[in-house]
């Protein structure tokens, strides 16, 4: 079983490094891991895609919380919600094949920001089927290099994934 | 008026009413021992290793239930606390840790004793700084005893590096904390309180299962309360011990792997676990058996992440285990339940002791029973001694049997009754240790005198690693590896040698005596008692048919 996390958490140093710590301490599975700053330059939020059954992502949640840098942990139920992961394609582009490639990333409303000779880098933004789907339909072209953002969600409608005020 | 920050550091421990420091200094936490050196309120007890002024803060802390505070230099200084640190951290014991850091601005290049202490002791802490802005240094110390204190108590630790423990700042003391990410919750939901009751009011055989949260709550009276109002039997976990009376009719003695058969038969065989501030370690839920799977549990936690995270429970409630147990009380309804009380009083097992010299483990806690009736406080090292101990002395108070439980830490007693003893200066304290685990920390024994303290030492020596030696039998068939010692010291001389006295029994008659001399002693005392390495404690049951060793379930 999947589950996005939300973690709002103090922008300080070292943070980042207690959150992977605990995963790894406690033998928990993180999928993907994305974090930046929010609108507040107080607090990060991290996007937090983990692996496990009910009791393991249970406890992941509660002992996230223990953190005294973690300000808030919700979950991302993934039918309210939209989620959206950013990838950066490198691919083998023989003179012959240029036309087809480009034809894929249209297809895909993918963007070409990088030509040389022989390579282009595409850039996708989607949820993660879409990604994989790219991906896999550029593989037989040669995929030199591939880097991808980890997911970043957020909850449909009105609904928002706040600091508790103090 | 402008300070230092490690001024101010000395200033903030005063404003928290620390009245003694542990610790040990070194060149980059000398500008804290300067601050110390000009300060006359905080008394510095100098151990004789950092390890060592963890573990008495630590059993300073579990008899004052204030926080306890160690000082340590950077690198080595700063690992050496790592074990007491761990060991605070897995009995949940609520220490502050200082240790000095090389300069800010030369963190990372490897410098001469630089480690990162932050970095290290992350999974052990409660929470831990790495000061990098003098000014932060009141904010963060007023911040580091809020968090090792309330909630699950924890140790924190602040690394102060040198160059900004010189920088100065000016000094005021914050008078809150504001964190956001830091909200213990303290009142149990009243929902969940109400089912509780009900499950309470209604169950036939149910016991109570006590941790150590029962003693860091203070909840020890209401927990009585609940007892004797409900007529429920009440064991105890390791870290449990001194919750409840040991003389009280209700109480069934220990439960776990070491545990007393009949106390974990009530487990296994109730139709209700109250089960109040305990982490359902392995060490616990090995001697039941495992659940039976009609048990219905009810766990009591200020730690949410505690409950569902060994056992699945069917009643959650997170509080305060005091605030909690007296909502409760307000609603529980009194019973009598001697069908099941008769039932366990028949589980009694009778304990017997195999392969024992001219002295059994027995009569000698027995004995120290009869001439202390539990006014006392008690500290174990880990080891047979210590299991012993948490079987047959039967204690009255809480805060008064201090043991490394999580952890098991080997070296812990000695230091942690320096600590204890600072704590409670009136109240006779005893070490009990075995060869193997005193021989860890003996250099403590300078602090002992050094302090003028009176510190009782009952050391169990078998001329090896009896528990060890016991799961070796178990498991690797008698092959015993490592377990026994080529060579000891004369331990009565070892401790003469500090200015100790000491006494060594070898016999069963000279017990009386000797732990008589041993209490009326006023300075410290060492009493040696020279066991077999085969000394093994097993409790029968039921017209001698089953025999339970009390590592039977081990490993």
Same mark, same amino acid.
């Given at each position: 079983?999947?589950?996005?996390? %939300?973690?709002?958490?103090?922008?300080?140093?070292?943070?980042?490094?207690?959150?992977?710590?605990?995963?790894?301490?406690?033998?928990?599975?993180?999928?993907?891991?994305?974090?930046?700053?929010?609108?507040?330059?107080?607090?990060?939020?991290?996007?937090?895609?983990?692996?496990?059954?009910?009791?393991?992502?249970?406890?992941?949640?509660?002992?996230?919380?223990?953190?005294? #840098?973690?300000?808030?942990?919700?979950?991302?139920?993934?039918?309210?919600?939209?989620?959206?992961?950013?990838?950066?394609?490198?691919?083998?582009?023989?003179?012959?094949?240029?036309?087809?490639?480009?034809?894929?990333?249209?297809?895909?409303?993918?963007?070409?920001?990088?030509?040389?000779?022989?390579?282009?880098?595409?850039?996708?933004?989607?949820?993660?089927?879409?990604?994989?789907?790219?991906?896999?339909?550029?593989?037989?072209?040669?995929?030199?290099?591939?880097?991808?953002?980890?997911?970043?969600?957020?909850?449909? @409608?009105?609904?928002?994934?706040?600091?508790?005020?103090? | 008026?402008?300070?230092?920050?490690?001024?101010?550091?000395?200033?903030?421990?005063?404003?928290?009413?620390?009245?003694?420091? *542990?610790?040990?200094?070194?060149?980059?936490?000398?500008?804290?021992?300067?601050?110390?050196? !000009?300060?006359?309120?905080?008394?510095?007890?100098?151990?004789?290793?950092?390890?060592?002024?963890?573990?008495?803060?630590?059993?300073?802390?579990?008899?004052?239930?204030?926080?306890?505070?160690?000082?340590?230099?950077?690198?080595?200084?700063?690992?050496?606390?790592?074990?007491?640190?761990?060991?605070?951290?897995?009995?949940?014991?609520?220490?502050?840790?200082?240790?000095?850091?090389?300069?800010?601005?030369?963190?990372?290049?490897?410098?001469?004793?630089?480690?990162?202490?932050?970095?290290?002791? %992350?999974?052990?802490?409660?929470?831990?700084?790495?000061?990098?802005?003098?000014?932060?240094?009141?904010?963060?110390?007023?911040?580091?005893?809020?968090?090792?204190?309330?909630?699950?108590?924890?140790?924190?630790?602040? #690394?102060?590096?040198?160059?900004?423990?010189?920088?100065?700042?000016?000094?005021?003391?914050?008078?809150?904390?504001?964190?956001?990410?830091?909200?213990?919750?303290?009142?149990?939901?009243?929902?969940?309180?109400?089912?509780?009751?009900?499950?309470?009011?209604?169950?036939?055989?149910?016991?109570?299962?006590? @941790?150590?949260?029962?003693?860091?709550?203070?909840?020890?009276?209401?927990?009585?309360?609940?007892?004797?109002?409900? #007529?429920?039997?009440?064991?105890?976990?390791?870290?449990?011990?001194?919750?409840?009376?040991?003389?009280?009719?209700?109480?069934?003695?220990?439960?776990?792997?070491?545990?007393?058969?009949? %106390?974990?038969?009530?487990?296994?065989?109730?139709?209700?676990?109250?089960?109040?501030?305990?982490?359902?370690?392995?060490?616990?839920?090995?001697?039941?058996?495992?659940?039976?799977?009609?048990?219905?549990?009810?766990?009591?936690?200020?730690?949410?992440?505690?409950?569902?995270?060994?056992?699945?429970?069917?009643?959650?409630?997170?509080?305060?285990?005091?605030?909690?147990?007296?909502?409760?009380?307000?609603?529980?309804?009194?019973?009598?339940?001697?069908?099941?009380?008769?039932?366990?009083?028949?589980?009694?097992?009778?304990?017997?002791?195999?392969?024992?010299?001219?002295?059994?483990?027995?009569?000698?806690?027995?004995?120290?029973?009869?001439?202390?009736?539990?006014?006392?406080?008690?500290?174990?090292?880990?080891?047979?001694?210590?299991?012993?101990?948490?079987?047959?002395?039967?204690?009255?108070?809480?805060?008064? *049997?201090?043991?490394?439980?999580?952890?098991?830490?080997?070296?812990?007693?000695?230091?942690?009754?320096?600590?204890?003893?600072?704590?409670?200066?009136?109240?006779?304290?005893?070490?009990?240790?075995?060869?193997?685990?005193?021989?860890?920390?003996?250099?403590?024994?300078?602090?002992?005198?050094?302090? #003028?303290?009176?510190?009782?030492?009952?050391?169990?020596?078998?001329?090896?690693?009896?528990?060890?030696?016991?799961?070796?039998?178990?498991?690797?068939?008698?092959?015993?590896?490592?377990?026994? *010692?080529? *060579?000891?010291?004369?331990?009565?001389?070892?401790?003469?040698?500090?200015?100790?006295?000491?006494?060594?029994?070898?016999?069963?008659?000279?017990?009386?005596?000797?732990?008589?001399?041993?209490?009326?002693?006023?300075?410290? !005392?060492?009493?040696?008692?020279?066991?077999?390495?085969?000394?093994?404690?097993?409790?029968?049951?039921?017209?001698?048919?089953?025999?339970?060793?009390?590592?039977?379930?081990?490993?």
């Amino acid at each position: 079983m999947k589950a996005t996390l %939300a973690v709002l958490v103090e922008n300080h140093p070292g943070v980042l490094s207690r959150v992977a710590g605990l995963f790894a301490r406690r033998g928990f599975n993180i999928e993907s891991l994305a974090v930046g700053p929010t609108d507040n330059p107080e607090i990060s939020r991290m996007t937090i895609v983990v692996d496990g059954d009910e009791r393991v992502i249970e406890q992941i949640k509660k002992q996230l919380n223990k953190l005294v #840098d973690v300000i808030k942990v919700s979950f991302i139920e993934p039918e309210n919600s939209v989620s959206r992961e950013l990838v950066m394609i490198k691919v083998n582009t023989e003179p012959e094949k240029r036309s087809e490639i480009i034809g894929i990333a249209e297809i895909f409303r993918a963007n070409i920001i990088d030509v040389s000779r022989d390579s282009m880098i595409i850039e996708l933004t989607g949820d993660k089927d879409k990604v994989n789907a790219m991906e896999e339909i550029l593989r037989p072209f040669g995929i030199k290099e591939l880097v991808r953002t980890g997911i970043i969600a957020m909850n449909r @409608g009105s609904k928002c994934i706040e600091s508790p005020e103090q | 008026m402008r300070i230092t920050a490690a001024e101010a550091l000395v200033r903030c421990l005063e404003e928290e009413k620390v009245e003694v420091v *542990f610790g040990y200094p070194g060149g980059a936490v000398l500008e804290v021992y300067d601050a110390l050196y !000009f300060n006359k309120k905080i008394k510095h007890v100098l151990t004789r290793s950092e390890q060592a002024a963890a573990h008495a803060a630590s059993g300073y802390a579990r008899v004052s239930g204030k926080v306890g505070v160690c000082i340590a230099t950077s690198g080595p200084g700063a690992t050496n606390l790592v074990t007491g640190i761990a060991t605070a951290y897995m009995d949940s014991i609520p220490i502050v840790a200082i240790t000095g850091q090389v300069p800010l601005s030369q963190i990372g290049g490897d410098m001469f004793q630089e480690v990162d202490i932050t970095g290290a002791t %992350a999974p052990f802490t409660k929470h831990n700084y790495l000061v990098k802005n003098a000014g932060d240094v009141p904010r963060i110390v007023k911040e580091a005893f809020h968090i090792a204190s309330t909630g699950r108590p924890g140790p924190v630790l602040i #690394d102060l590096p040198r160059d900004v423990a010189r920088k100065k700042i000016d000094f005021t003391y914050p008078e809150e904390v504001s964190l956001k990410g830091y909200k213990p919750t303290l009142e149990g939901h009243p929902l969940q309180i109400i089912k509780a009751v009900e499950a309470i009011n209604s169950a036939k055989r149910p016991v109570i299962l006590a @941790g150590g949260g029962v003693i860091s709550s203070g909840a020890h009276d209401e927990l009585m309360r609940l007892a004797e109002t409900a #007529d429920i039997p009440v064991t105890v976990s390791l870290m449990g011990i001194g919750s409840f009376p040991g003389e009280h009719p209700l109480f069934l003695g220990m439960a776990g792997t070491h545990g007393m058969p009949r %106390a974990n038969a009530a487990l296994k065989e109730s139709d209700l676990v109250i089960a109040l501030g305990c982490r359902f370690n392995d060490r616990l839920t090995g001697g039941a058996g495992g659940f039976n799977k009609n048990t219905k549990i009810i766990h009591v936690d200020v730690d949410p992440a505690e409950i569902g995270k060994n056992v699945k429970v069917d009643i959650p409630i997170v509080g305060d285990i005091k605030n909690v147990l007296r909502e409760l009380l307000k609603r529980i309804e009194k019973r009598s339940r001697k069908d099941w009380k008769d039932y366990l009083e028949g589980l009694k097992g009778e304990d017997v002791v195999e392969g024992c010299g001219d002295i059994s483990p027995l009569d000698i806690i027995g004995e120290l029973y009869e001439q202390t009736r539990g006014e006392l406080i008690i500290t174990t090292d880990v080891g047979a001694h210590q299991m012993w101990t948490a079987r047959y002395y039967k204690f009255k108070h809480p805060r008064s *049997f201090i043991t490394s439980g999580g952890l098991g830490t080997m070296g812990y007693g000695l230091p942690a009754a320096i600590g204890a003893k600072i704590a409670n200066p009136n109240k006779q304290v005893i070490h009990i240790t075995g060869d193997g685990s005193f021989q860890m920390n003996f250099a403590e024994l300078a602090t002992l005198r050094e302090n #003028d303290l009176s510190v009782k030492i009952i050391l169990f020596n078998n001329r090896g690693l009896g528990l060890v030696k016991e799961l070796q039998d178990i498991h690797c068939g008698g092959r015993y590896s490592q377990v026994h *010692f080529g *060579f000891l010291p004369d331990f009565v001389k070892l401790s003469e040698s500090y200015g100790i006295k000491a006494l060594r029994v070898e016999s069963k008659k000279e017990l009386e005596e000797a732990i008589s001399t041993m209490l009326k002693e006023e300075g410290s !005392f060492l009493l040696e008692c020279r066991l077999t390495i085969e000394a093994r404690v097993k409790s029968l049951i039921k017209e001698g048919k089953t025999y339970e060793s009390h590592a039977g379930s081990l490993g």
